[in-house]
């Protein structure tokens, strides 16, 4: 599986493998199973390792599932909405030029 990224070089955390292994053979495994991947699997000598595969593994740091981004975008909404009529009603009501 091969990905195109835009990142910098400090992005990744760079390593070197033992003589005679690729990226893939030397770190493959512990990269699939942490949700990682490498930029050059198929290279000897100098690797670049990225902690983050996708998207969601950053998220999954954080709490959060990109899968519920609608959710989350309709929970922001109401919580803007409720602030604004809450503002509206309070200067309707409230009479501050009598102080």
């Known amino acids: 599986m091969e990905r195109v990224f835009s990142q910098a070089d400090d992005e990744f955390f760079s390593f070197t493998t033992p003589n005679g292994q690729t990226c893939e053979q030397y770190a493959g495994q512990f990269t699939q199973s942490m949700g ?3 930029q050059n699997p198929g290279a ?3 690797c670049n390792y990225c902690q983050y595969a996708t ?3 950053f998220l999954t740091g954080i709490n959060v599932k990109y899968s519920d981004r609608g959710r989350n975008i309709g929970i ?3 919580y803007i909405i409720s602030n ?7 200067s309707r ?3 501050y030029t009598k102080r």
């Open 55 to 57: 998207g969601d593994t």
């Open 84 to 90: 604004i009529v809450i503002i509206l009603l309070a």
């Open 93 to 95: 009501f409230l009479k």
């Open 44 to 46: 000897t000598g100098n």
């Open 36 to 38: 990682a991947y490498l």
């Open 76 to 78: 922001y909404c109401c």
